[in-house]
């Protein structure tokens, strides 16, 4: 039963597509530490502090994306029967 | 109109446009939760309105567009949109006609632009100059009619009887929830708080499983050792592809063209379900069943983009409330972005016809020069950039940051625990077979269906 867990991977299914737990809670909290730090060092004025936010989400997502593999198995095949 | 603006507003457009072909080949994408978030930034940072809508056009055409990319070469829904065709590009696949296929969504898209484009806005400029009484009318009674359409989306809906008893314990939620913040007084009384709450419920579904995954068994229950495996077919392309008429035969788009038309009109009805039940109407009596399928993939493209277009520019445009799924749904931000849009200043009150007319063109026109020359020429290497490059991971956690933002600017820290709990209701109520609509349309009728008693 123990090995048996061991070789369960980590993968759940959210909206339609297959993710590791780990890589989800690192990907909501790096963008959510991008896209609010965005927010909290902008200044103080309408809108820069949204404008940063979003600026914070941008990085935030090019980060997860480089650094988390997708889980999807990929092949290319050719056209015709 | 200056220059500059119009300017401005190109370029919203094509940025909105490459945008969304990314967005729009992601599996499984909510068309809600993708569209909302990003509008209402772009209207809480000051973006002239018409910019907004022109960019939100524009969003809304390449999404849908895009979302039919990874069906046909890939036999994946790309949203929710989608689905209602699935079955029918699978079929295509499995026959190796993946470049038909894409060729004649896109042309079905093309043809659901121009045919809703046109007749939504005359449709939209007609009622609002015969029927402003009405609209101050219907104004009025706005929390009402809201009430009366939660309760009749219950009744549509499959779950009847669960959704007729969940509305009001959903309604003492929210408003529990907004007097607690005016009790504590993180929000001055009086203010309602409304976008962390819609957004909350959006992405309710996964705030669900975030939180399963916190229990042990769920978690074990949930695990799939299946990575998906997706299989693309390869595609040669040539350039008389771009020539729309070329991909379809004559009855597929005069069927687009009319499906596309009727739905015009039913713009008060749910988007995925007009696409599902004019599709396959139209669809059905052809007996061939490449002919059937090539029907149906065309028609539901024409669909999914004239009901998303109707639906948000005819309340838009003639009443200014939103009065419709989409419009509650994916194009509230246009309506209601408090303190910028607010029910009795929005979209509907700050811009002329011809900034309707200007935004919606323009936000067309481009969107289907982007949109549609990347799907025919460049579907394959978008689709496996995607699905190679972009981990679903960064999507969610993208959104659930954007949810965070949204929930702190409102009330507070405190929000976050807020919007996270109608996350996990509405999420459980969604499971259930509670249908969006119906949590939408509670939300707005709240304060007024707590005040009857």
């Known amino acids: 039963m123990a090995a048996d867990k061991k070789k369960k991977p980590d993968t759940i299914e959210i909206w339609d597509d297959i993710v590791r737990i780990k890589d989800l809670v690192l990907a909501i909290g790096v963008n959510s530490f991008t896209t609010l730090g965005g927010y909290f060092i902008a200044p103080n004025h309408a809108p820069m502090p949204l404008l940063f936010g979003l600026i914070g989400a941008v990085v935030g997502f090019i980060i997860c994306s480089l650094f988390i593999k997708p889980k999807r198995i990929f092949e290319e095949t050719e056209s015709g029967n | ?453």
């Open chain 2, 1 to 453: 109109m200056d220059l500059i603006l119009l300017l401005e507003m190109i370029v919203a457009a094509v940025a909105a446009a490459l945008i969304y072909t990314i967005i729009g080949i992601i599996p499984g994408t909510d068309e809600t939760a993708v569209l909302v978030p990003v509008t209402l930034i772009l209207v809480l940072a000051g973006i002239q309105p018409v910019v907004v809508l022109c960019f939100f056009i524009s969003a809304v055409i390449a999404n849908n567009l895009m979302d039919a990319v990874p069906a046909a070469i890939a036999g994946i829904p790309g949203g929710v949109m989608a689905s209602p065709l699935i079955e029918h590009a699978q079929l295509l696949k499995r026959k190796g006609m993946a470049d038909q296929s894409l060729r004649k969504m896109a042309a079905g898209s093309l043809i659901g632009v121009l045919v809703s484009v046109p007749v939504s806005l005359l449709l939209s400029l007609l009622l609002a100059k015969n029927f402003i009484s009405l609209a101050e009318m219907i104004k009025d009674y706005a929390n009402p009619i809201f009430f009366a359409g939660a309760v009749l989306l219950a009744l549509l809906s499959k779950n009847k009887l669960l959704a007729l008893v969940s509305i009001l314990p959903f309604t003492l939620l929210i408003e529990g929830l907004r007097y607690l913040y005016w009790g504590i007084g993180v929000v001055p009384k009086g203010t309602t708080v409304f976008i962390s709450f819609f957004l909350g419920i959006t992405i309710g579904p996964v705030i669900l499983t975030l939180f399963e995954l916190m229990d042990k068994e769920k978690r074990e229950h949930l695990r799939s050792d299946q990575l998906r495996t997706i299989a693309l077919q390869k595609m040669h392309f040539e350039w008389k592809w771009f020539n729309p008429f070329s991909a379809l035969k004559r009855r597929e788009w005069l069927i687009s063209a009319g499906a596309s038309l009727i739905s015009c009109f039913t713009f008060i009805l749910s988007p995925v379900g007009m696409t599902t039940l004019l599709g396959e109407l139209f669809s059905k009596r052809t007996k061939d069943p490449v002919d059937r399928a090539s029907i149906a993939v065309s028609s539901m493209n024409a669909l999914a983009n004239a009901t998303y277009l109707s639906g948000t520019l005819i309340p838009l445009i003639a009443l200014g409330i939103p009065l419709s799924p989409v419009a509650i749904g994916p194009a509230h931000a246009l309506f209601d972005a408090p303190p910028v849009f607010t029910a009795t200043h929005n979209m509907y009150h700050v811009l002329s016809h011809t900034d309707f007319i200007l935004a919606t063109v323009i936000g067309a026109g481009v969107a289907i020069l982007v949109a549609y020359s990347l799907a025919i020429k460049y579907a394959q290497s978008i689709c496996s950039f995607v699905f190679k490059r972009i981990p679903h991971e960064a999507i969610l956690g993208l959104f659930c940051a954007f949810v965070f933002l949204l929930a702190y600017m409102d009330a507070g820290w405190i929000n976050i625990g807020g919007v996270l709990l109608i996350g996990l209701i509405s999420g459980m109520l969604h499971r259930l077979g509670v249908g969006y609509g119906i949590l939408f349309m509670v939300l707005y009728a709240a304060p007024w269906l707590v005040s009857v008693f």
